[in-house]
């Protein structure tokens, strides 16, 4: 060992108890100090080299060397991960998984944490557009890095907003000096996934940068305003391939940087390739009971299924940790996403003990769902006694079970649905059932996690093809993530992310959720609009405070009405463009125009389309149906049609675009009873059936006494099957089947037709039917699977224009004779 090395070391000791506080990484203008890998380096060192690099070079136009260990050093080293130095001084034995460490010693900056054993060759610079596929991975062991962004933020002034242009933010100096105190740290969530945005790099813009859904306006000029003035350097180096290749490496970068990732230990609906791998036909003992067709659910007291589930949990230990999808340690069992429950007298038996809520969470299935989870776990126990199986909370298996003891080998993922609804009843309901699960859980030393559901409204206006208002909530967020650390949660996974906003203080509070919300979104809007942050703070908070307020969000009104006629008002999006265009006067230079000009084509023209939408929509006028009166009428296959009113044309739902295929519909009555006859012209061999109808190809009648709740939802589909949906007639309670009623469909089956017939009771219309003096408001609705519309997709064809499935505020108005 060389003199100088043994100096080095010894001086690294001594300062490990008498350092300086000040350290100098460039001088006017020259590089004062070496960056330090190993000379067999880890990808994770690698690249936290490289990042590094780059931004102490944005900061001073400085390029800091990178040097291997194995060469000769002299002054100011900055040692990342594993290193002859940093083995030398056996630093970070002692650390955690995911914990790292910031060191100041005499003559050294230490940025140390575990890594992944992957030496891999990084490749780095926007000039390679594909370099990210060389990257570290989401989910791989990557604490240097932790450590280098840490350092970055905390020491260096830098800060990552968004992926495009113009967020990142850091000063610019000629000098550039250093003062801190040593920092061991672990993210407080072990566990973070967003998702699709880590997954499908794509994504990422639309859901969380604004509101456009692309796949719907591929081609609409804002978007592509946006997304020109987001990327305008990087479009200006790379076209078409390359350009997408590229933007993906920033966007990959940025989730880098927010440190997302972690331990993977997720559970979601698991058992779907069971129709593949067990088909009903040859496998009948494991599927659900009771249900003509196609069955939705397993019979999950079925002792063969407990088997083949089992046995699958054992076998998935056996894999390579990086091929286990749920993640290495744990082995996920959730049912499909449906309450088509098996009807068997066991199942029945567990089911009943279950108990019920008006609310979409709910603990109707939670001694059933548990009880068959708890029978995976005892077996896993005792093929691999370290692991542990993970599952839902969700939906009506969200309670806390009250007879099952849980094995200690399970882990809950607690779906907290209307985490971006804080002003709903739903909301307060879950908050008692996540509290339920934290204080259990704490008495059982039980990990749990969440899913949180940042994808609405957006996803409820992507689906129903309308746009909304923005559910800004970033002072909630604060509130929930303070509660999370409260209750012990250390995972979340993100179904659906953004917007901007509320992206970045997430990221943030996955770290620490003791960040203050007021530093975040001040630095945020700081950063972003320099000159104009005063005015883009307040059109955040005004459309936040709107969003946020209770009595902004009626019962029974469908949020697409609401985002315009309570939320969006001509008031709220007046005093919006007021503080927009005081902004445009107030900003200084390329990046404060650049982000106001984002913030406009991103989300305020996306809310003016969604604004003027909305009063074409209300000034459209409202459809009638003439329902002829006929003798009382005995066979539903022996009706008269020719006095029937006919009905159509059929709309693409949201709009008042006619759809481009053929269906038809007659409506008469005889006093007691309405009927219909609908005819979809269609390939009928390629009609998919549900055995509880939804969500595959069938019919649905919203029924109501006015605009409003209550009303009913008639579903039925080509094999006759017929399901009667009651929703806030009793306790509010949505979904509520009634079994007992005399609706009666007959299907028609022909090569190119599938023909219904229908009789609908009016004393079926309602809780208490319909009286002579009363009003009745109907949408009749065609829910098409995507071989019937050619899509792909689930399609949803309207007899009423600017409408969609459970949308009551433009129901047509009945008008019998």
């Given at each position: 060992m060389n003199k100088i090395f043994l100096s080095f070391i010894f001086f690294l000791i001594l300062g490990n108890i008498l350092y300086s506080r000040e350290y100098v990484l460039v001088r006017n203008g020259k590089p004062n100090c070496k960056i330090v890998i190993s000379s067999k380096p880890k990808k994770a060192v690698q690249f936290s080299a490289y990042e590094l690099q780059y931004h102490i070079k944005l900061i001073t136009g400085v390029e800091i060397p990178i040097v291997k260990d194995d060469e000769e050093i002299i002054g100011l080293k900055i040692l990342l991960g594993d290193n002859k130095y940093?083995?030398?001084?056996?630093?970070?034995?002692?650390?955690?998984?995911?914990?790292?460490?910031?060191?100041?010693?005499?003559?050294?900056?230490?940025?140390?944490?575990?890594?992944?054993?992957?030496f891999g060759e990084v490749k780095y610079g926007e000039e390679i557009p594909n370099a990210y596929t060389s990257w570290p991975n989401f989910y791989d062991q990557q604490a240097t890095l932790y450590a280098t962004y840490e350092f970055l933020e905390k020491f260096c002034g830098v800060r990552w907003f968004n992926p495009n242009d113009w967020g990142t933010i850091y000063p610019k100096k000629k000098t550039l000096i250093i003062?801190?105190?040593?920092?061991?740290?672990?993210?407080?969530?072990?566990?973070?996934?967003?998702?699709?945005?880590?997954?499908?790099?794509?994504?990422?813009?639309?859901?969380?940068?604004?509101?456009?859904?692309?796949?719907?306006?591929?081609?609409?000029?804002?978007y592509i305003e946006w997304e020109n003035i987001a990327y305008k350097k990087l479009k200006e180096k790379f076209k078409g391939n390359e350009y997408i290749e590229s933007k993906r490496g920033r966007i990959k970068l940025f989730l880098l940087r927010m440190r997302v990732g972690g331990e993977k230990r997720v559970a979601n609906h698991s058992l779907?390739?069971?129709?593949?791998?067990?088909?009903?036909?040859?496998?009948?003992?494991?599927?659900?009971?009771?249900?003509?067709?196609?069955?939705?659910?397993?019979?999950?007291?079925?002792?063969?299924?407990?088997?083949?589930?089992?046995?699958?949990?054992?076998?998935?230990?056996?894999?390579?940790?990086?091929?286990?999808?749920?993640?290495?340690?744990?082995?996920?069992?959730?049912?499909?996403?449906?309450?088509?429950f098996c009807k068997c007298e066991k199942c029945q038996e567990l089911i009943k003990k279950g108990k019920s809520y008006s609310f979409y969470s709910s603990g109707e299935h939670s001694e059933y769902h548990f009880?068959?989870?708890?029978?995976?776990?005892?077996?896993?126990?005792?093929?691999?006694?370290?692991?542990?199986?993970?599952?839902?909370?969700?939906?009506?298996?969200?309670?806390?079970?009250?007879?099952?003891?849980?094995?200690?080998?399970?882990?809950?993922?607690?779906?907290?649905?209307?985490?971006?609804?804080?002003?709903?009843?739903?909301?307060?309901?879950?908050?008692?059932?996540?509290?339920?699960?934290?204080?259990?859980?704490?008495?059982?030393?039980?990990?749990?996690?969440?899913?949180?559901?940042?994808?609405?409204?957006?996803?409820?206006?992507?689906?129903?093809?309308?746009?909304?208002?923005?559910?800004?909530?970033?002072?909630?967020?604060?509130?929930?993530?303070?509660?999370?650390?409260?209750?012990?949660?250390r995972g979340v996974f993100h179904c659906g992310y953004g917007q901007e906003v509320e992206g970045y203080v997430t990221y943030k509070f996955m770290l620490n959720p003791d960040e203050n919300i007021e530093k975040l979104?001040?630095?945020?809007?700081?950063?972003?609009?320099?000159?104009?942050?005063?005015?883009?703070?307040?059109?955040?908070?005004?459309?936040?405070?709107?969003?946020?307020?209770?009595?902004?969000?009626?019962?029974?009104?469908?949020?697409?009405?609401?985002?315009?006629?309570?939320?969006?008002?001509?008031?709220?999006?007046?005093?919006?463009?007021?503080?927009?265009?005081?902004?445009?006067?107030?900003?200084?230079?390329?990046?404060?125009?650049?982000?106001?000009?984002?913030?406009?084509?991103?989300?305020?023209?996306?809310?003016?389309?969604?604004?003027?939408?909305?009063?074409?929509?209300?000034?459209?006028?409202?459809?009638?149906?003439?329902?002829?009166?006929v003798e009382e009428i005995k066979d539903l296959r022996n009706i008269d049609w020719s006095k029937a009113n006919k009905i159509g044309p059929w709309y693409t739902r949201g709009s008042k675009e006619p759809i481009d295929r053929k269906i038809e519909g007659e409506i008469i009555y005889d006093k007691t009873n309405i009927?219909?006859?609908?005819?979809?012209?269609?390939?009928?061999?390629?009609?998919?059936?549900?055995?509880?109808?939804?969500?595959?190809?069938?019919?649905?009648?919203?029924?109501?006494?006015?605009?409003?709740?209550?009303?009913?939802?008639?579903?039925?589909?080509?094999?006759?099957?017929?399901?009667?949906?009651?929703?806030?007639?009793?306790?509010?309670?949505?979904?509520?089947?009634?079994?007992?009623?005399?609706?009666?469909?007959?299907?028609?089956?022909e090569?190119?037709?599938?023909?219904?017939?229908?009789?609908?009771?009016?004393?079926?219309?309602?809780?208490?039917?319909?009286?002579?003096?009363?009003?009745?408001?109907?949408?009749?609705?065609?829910?098409?699977s995507g071989k019937i519309n050619k899509t792909g997709k689930i399609g949803i064809e309207t007899l009423v224009p600017y409408s969609s499935v459970h949308q009551l505020e433009r129901l047509a108005e009945i008008k019998f004779d």
């Open positions: 940093t083995e030398k001084l056996k630093i970070g034995k002692d650390l955690k998984e995911q914990e790292y460490i910031i060191k100041f010693l005499s003559d050294a900056i230490i940025l140390y944490g575990k890594d992944k054993e992957d003062e801190g105190e040593n920092i061991k740290k672990q993210p407080y969530f072990l566990y973070r996934e967003i998702y699709p945005g880590m997954y499908v790099f794509d994504h990422y813009d639309w859901s969380v940068s604004g509101l456009w859904k692309v796949s719907l306006n591929p081609k609409d000029s804002d779907y390739h069971y129709y593949q791998q067990y088909p009903v036909e040859k496998y009948p003992k494991i599927w659900a009971k009771g249900y003509e067709g196609k069955p939705n659910q397993l019979c999950y007291t079925s002792e063969k299924l407990i088997e083949l589930v089992s046995k699958e949990a054992e076998e998935y230990f056996k894999l390579p940790e990086e091929k286990r999808r749920w993640g290495p340690n744990v082995f996920a069992v959730e049912p499909m996403d449906n309450s088509a009880w068959f989870v708890n029978e995976i776990a005892k077996r896993l126990k005792e093929t691999n006694p370290d692991k542990m199986i993970i599952t839902l909370a969700y939906a009506s298996h969200a309670k806390y079970p009250e007879t099952i003891k849980l094995e200690p080998n399970i882990e809950v993922m607690f779906c907290f649905a209307a985490n971006r609804s804080p002003f709903s009843k739903g909301y307060k309901h879950e908050l008692e059932l996540l509290k339920e699960w934290a204080l259990n859980c704490k008495k059982e030393n039980r990990p749990l996690s969440l899913w949180l559901y940042y994808t609405f409204p957006k996803e409820f206006a992507d689906n129903g093809n309308y746009y909304c208002f923005p559910g800004f909530f970033a002072h909630s967020i604060d509130e929930q993530f303070k509660l999370f650390k409260k209750y012990n949660i979104l001040d630095e945020y809007f700081s950063g972003l609009y320099g000159n104009a942050k005063q005015e883009m703070k307040d059109i955040y908070l005004l459309i936040e405070r709107t969003y946020l307020d209770e009595k902004n969000h009626p019962e029974g009104v469908s949020y697409a009405e609401i985002s315009w006629k309570y939320l969006g008002t001509k008031e709220v999006m007046g005093k919006i463009k007021q503080l927009l265009e005081k902004a445009k006067t107030k900003a200084k230079n390329e990046r404060e125009i650049s982000n106001i000009k984002l913030f406009e084509y991103g989300i305020f023209k996306y809310m003016e389309k969604g604004y003027n939408k909305y009063q074409e929509v209300i000034s459209f006028p409202f459809l009638e149906i003439k329902v002829p009166k009927y219909l006859k609908l005819i979809d012209h269609c390939d009928t061999d390629k009609l998919e059936a549900s055995s509880q109808v939804f969500p595959c190809d069938d019919w649905e009648i919203f029924v109501a006494k006015s605009r409003g709740m209550p009303y009913r939802q008639i579903a039925f589909n080509h094999k006759g099957l017929i399901v009667l949906l009651s929703h806030g007639e009793i306790n509010f309670r949505k979904n509520v089947e009634i079994h007992q009623h005399n609706i009666e469909v007959l299907p028609i089956i090569k190119d037709k599938w023909i219904s017939i229908v009789k609908i009771p009016l004393k079926d219309i309602s809780i208490d039917g319909l009286k002579p003096q009363e009003k009745l408001y109907m949408n009749i609705v065609r829910v098409s």
